[in-house]
Structures are given as C-alpha cells and as structure tokens.
C-alpha cells in the first residue's frame, strides 16, 4: 500500500487513535504551560536591553564577564523548565515512533515480529536516556553548525526507529540508520523539509495572530509545534518500514513512502 504526502500529517491514524491522542495532548499542554503557568521568572527584558547594548560596543563585549550577565535565579528556572518539556516533547515523539511500527506490524502488513509493550517501554527509556546525554552537544551542533547538522539529519532521525522497532540493539541502530537510510536520503531530505516549511509557515501565521491575540497566539504556536514534532515521528515510521520492504541500495526507492 502507497502513502500520498498527505498522509504525513494524518497523525492520528495509529491503533484505535486513543494512545496517540494522548501523547498529543500530553505534549500540547506541556508547551502551552510554557506561556500560561511559567515555571520561573519569563522576564527577559533586562538580558535583551542589556544584550542590545553589549553587542553595539566591541569594547564592553570583550571585558564581559558571566558575573556582568543580568540573568536571575529564576530566569535560569525558566529556561530550565523550557528545556525539559522540550526533551520530553521529544520523547513523546520517540513513542509515536514505536506505536506506528508496532500498529503496522500488528496488521500484519510486515512480517516481522511487533515488540509488547513492556519491551517497547524499556527501549523507549534507554534512547531517552541517550537522547538526555546527547542533547547539549546535538543542541550546540544546530546552534552552530546547522548546515552539518541538516545533512547528518535524515541518519540521525532513522536511530529511533531502528531501536524501537525491536530489529537492532543500542550500536548497531547507528550502524543500520546510515545503511536503510543508503537509497533513500534525498527523498527523505525533500520530506523532512516540507515538514520543516510547513512548520515555518504554520508558525508564522500563529505568530501573526497572536500579535493581535495574545491568547490565541499562546494556544497556536505550541499546537503547530507538537503537530510538526508529530508529522515528523510519523514520517520516520512510515518510511522505515518502506525501507526495510525495499532497500534503497538494491532498488530505486519511490517518491513517496509507503505503510
């Protein structure tokens, strides 16, 4: 069976829809407390005017000092709390990633064995204890080197799917991201960037509104984040298990993924 793009963004259409349902408002409410109920001090205003003034001045910026850096305990609360509901964010995709290969093999569309859900539940705690190691260096690597990150993207998005699945361990999921992904890295490229344009787009036009909403801005933003962060689990889903019925390295992969 052949996907249209479309179905990209179907992302509730797993198992009875009730679990993935869940996650997604889980995920929505966990961002939309970042504008409602802060954790912290969200009052940036004094770093932001104090940043203005440090960047136009060569001089004061060579002699700063982290002492000099007008951030209180509670802005650093606030980020703080911003971080981890992004990571847990990313987790709840991780588990949209089990349950869509676990729901196409459970209809028997693959022949391979669907992991239970205690398995599904220990590996979701491992990668997301790499995932917790990992996610400084991955975040200075978009900050300062997005062009590299961009290309390494579509192996790296391939790792959840891999371990998840239940068809490699911890090492070999690296090792097998890059070889699935051999065939099928421009496609993957174009989708993962319509995902990200969408998202752009979306984002903008909330932002837009919520200039003139604020509280519909609050709400908006953080749905068009969790639905992007979502399309994007199921993407990776969908075409793992169209790679593992066609290998890219032994046939020309179509334009479109297939479950």
Known sequence: MRNSLLDIFKIDDVGKRISVRIIF??????????????????????????????GSDMDKMASVTLA????????????????????????????????????????????????????????????????????????????????????????????????????????????????????????????FSLILLGFFILDGVASLIGHFLPAAGYVLRPLVAVFALLSCARYIGMVYCRMLEIPGNRRRPPARPAA
Do not use: E, H
């Not at 588990?95 to 599904?120: E, Q």
């Open 68 to 191: 000099d850096v007008p951030i209180t305990r509670g802005n650093l609360l606030n980020l703080l709390s911003i971080v981890v509901i992004d990571f847990l964010c990313i987790v709840g995709s991780y588990l949209y990633v089990a349950l869509y290969i676990r729901d196409y093999r459970l209809k028997g569309l693959s022949p391979r064995r669907p992991l239970d859900a205690s398995n599904i539940l220990l590996r979701l705690i491992i990668i997301s204890l790499i995932t917790a190691f990992l996610y400084i260096p991955l975040f200075i690597l978009v900050l300062y080197l997005f062009l590299i990150f961009i290309i390494i993207f579509p192996c790296m998005a391939m790792y959840p799917a891999c371990f998840l699945s239940g068809d490699s361990g911890i090492f070999d999921s690296a090792v097998q991201a890059v070889n699935r992904t051999k065939g099928y890295f421009i496609v993957n490229m174009r989708n």
């Open 25 to 54: 408002a889980a995920m929505l409410l966990m961002r939309v407390s970042i504008y409602l109920c802060p954790i912290g001090d969200n009052d940036f205003d004094q770093f932001y005017y104090w940043f203005l003034d440090v």
